[in-house]
Each structure stands twice: as C-alpha cells, then as structure tokens.
C-alpha cells in the first residue's frame, strides 16, 4: 500500500513524458497514435537510529587512570558496550548511502578540552566489508567535519546487530592518555552529529 | 486535588533538560542525528576525619589523693590543601551512677601556637553541647609528629563518697572543614 502511495505521488509528480506522436492522415478517417510510458522508481527511504548521550565525571587534579574513576573510560558507542546501543543505518532493501557528519569542541563555554574521536564502520567476521574510519582526530577549539560516501546501509527488515556489518557505525572518545588530568571545574559539553542520504 | 496542583507546579518549575536528538526522520531525502558528550569536572569532596581518641580512666582511691587531670592528643587530617581549619561540636555527657553526678571540666585546644582557639566547658548534670569555629587541621592523613589539637579531662574536685562507686559517660566530637 505504501508502494502504491509512494508510486502516485511519483506520478503526480513526473513531467509528461516526451510523445511519439504519428499524425493522421487527411480522410474519411484519420488514425494518429502517440506513445504513452510511465516509469515508476521507487525512491530509498533512510534512516539513522540508536546514538546515545554520553556522560561522564571526573575530579579535577585526578588522572584518567585513577582507580577511582570508576565511570570512566573511553567509550565505544556502539554494541553492547558500556550498555550504550548502537549506530544503524537502514534503507529499503539496503543500498548505499552518503554520510556527513560534524563534531563541535568540547567546551563549558569559556573554557575547552581537547579530546580525541574516531568514527568509524566496524565489521564482524565472517564480513565481506572492509572496515572504514571515516574520522580519527583531537578536537580541540575549532570544530570538525567531513563526508564519506559508498557506505552500505542495512535493510528495513534487518537488524544492525553484532553478527552484521552492514549499517553499522561507530564512535569512539577517549582524551589521549590514561595520565589526562581536567584541571578547571566546570560542565563541558560537545555535539556529535550524522547526516545521512541515500545514493 | 492538591497533589494534582503539586506535580503541576512542580512540572512548571523543572528545568528544560537538553537533549540530543538521538534517532533521526524516516526520509527519502536525508536522516540527521546526533549525540551529546557531556563531560563534568568537578572539585573534589573535602574529606576530613578526626582520630586517635583515647578513652579516659580516672581511679580514685576513698581518702586518697586527688586523680590527676589526662590528656592526649588528637588528629585531624582534612583532604583539601586549601582548606586548613574546621568546626568542632562537642557534646559531653554527665559523669553519673544511679545516685551522684560527679562534675568534670574539659579543655579542647588548638596545638598551633599561632591558633589559640579552644573550646572548654564543665560538665555537672546535663550534657555540654557547644561548637567552635577556627581550629586547624593536619593535611597529613596520619598527623605524623605534628598533632594539631589537645584534648584535656580533669574531675572538678574529688569525689565525696564513703563507698566504692563506678560512672561513666561519653564525649562526642564532630568535626567538619569550614
């Protein structure tokens, strides 16, 4: 039904098809033809799902390393780590797809913490994809962004679960070394953002 | 009805909490999500703990001498570096048995020369509950040779009984940085 829906609309949509027309001739009667096509696409829906807000404390003067911190470490958003979810990209019937994505500092304002993201397509085995880090950088004061483009996205009817390599991205942040000490108090905040667009 | 207004005005009152968009539209053009990485750095909780309390035993013999007034030493170890001094309450219960009280006075006092603060009382028949401001604090968890405060105990006078007696009572100290 929504096939159909969609197929309607297209056709509402579609500049008239270019005519083949044949004349008739001058008579008692007169035959003319023309051609009639119509061409129905189906156009991909997509879908981005499952990031998840992440949040962390620290005491200032503590390093990362720490015993007692006990909440943090660097976070693998992605899977079942740390309980977090996971990125997934679906489209009908799979496909490929274009991602865009941008990462703002971190910063309480005044004040910013560099810190390091990777963002990446993880595969699992047995896959027939190749991995793909589409960013792996320290973000400092200036904000960053990018696109990537022949990423292969999941089917509707699929899951982007453990055992798929499709549809699934990944982030990584962590702040460089397990020595890292946050001197100046104070709630840092940044932006992690996707964009995706079927090709 | 009155709960009902309550939830509502405190609903009214809550904070908007920021919130990424975490799942983007079904759309045949694009999908847009995004995260939040929230990282808070916050001071330390200023720990502070007092130590090496001793209880006190005061002997006295019916007809004898008068027992000598103890004391000992006390740490106070506070975490914070920049934060050197504390409050001190102290709460002192009445020396009794079932018949007598027997009247004692205290002398708590700061070990820093520069510091004379101290925080004394006596104690007859009800409990002594006084606070004191000022006293400084070791930022060695263990006061290692330098104990910052003194505690002092003596009965007020000698008892007078002509029978073999026994009381107790407890003194509380709390302490917390200022």
Known sequence: MKHAL?????????????LAETNGTLGASSTGSLKFSLNVEEQKRIQISGLTDVEQTIETGRQLQDPANTDFENKLIWGTDGGL???????DEGGLYSLDWSVTPLSDGPNVESYDVTIYRPISSPSTLASRTFLNATVTTTPK????????AQRFDRNCGRNSSYGRLAILLSHG???RRFNTPGTYTATITFTVRPE | MIRLLSILALSLTLPVLASAQNSGELSTSQSTASLTYTLNVVEP??????????????????????????????????????????????????????NTNYPYT??????LLSNPVS???????????QTQAGFTASTDQNCSGDWPARLTVALQSDPTVATTSSASAQMRFTVSPN
Do not use: H, R
């Open chain 1, 6 to 18: 969609t197929a309607l609309a297209l056709l509402a949509t579609l500049p008239a098809p270019a």
């Open chain 2, 106 to 111: 205290f002398t708590y006092e700061d070990n």
């Open chain 1, 85 to 91: 979810g996971y990125i997934c990209v679906k489209m």
């Open chain 1, 177 to 179: 070394s397990a020595a």
């Open chain 1, 145 to 152: 962004s990018g696109s990537a483009s022949n990423i292969e």
């Open chain 2, 119 to 129: 925080l004394s009382g006596t104690v007859t028949d009800t409990t002594f509950d």
């Open chain 2, 45 to 98: 909780p200023t720990l502070i703990q007092i130590s090496g309390l001793e209880d006190l035993n005061f002997d006295y013999n019916i007809g004898g001498a008068s027992a000598p007034a103890q004391s000992f030493d006390i740490c106070v170890y506070i975490s914070d570096d920049s934060t050197e001094t504390y409050d001190l309450q102290l709460q002192a219960d009445p020396l009794t048995d079932t």
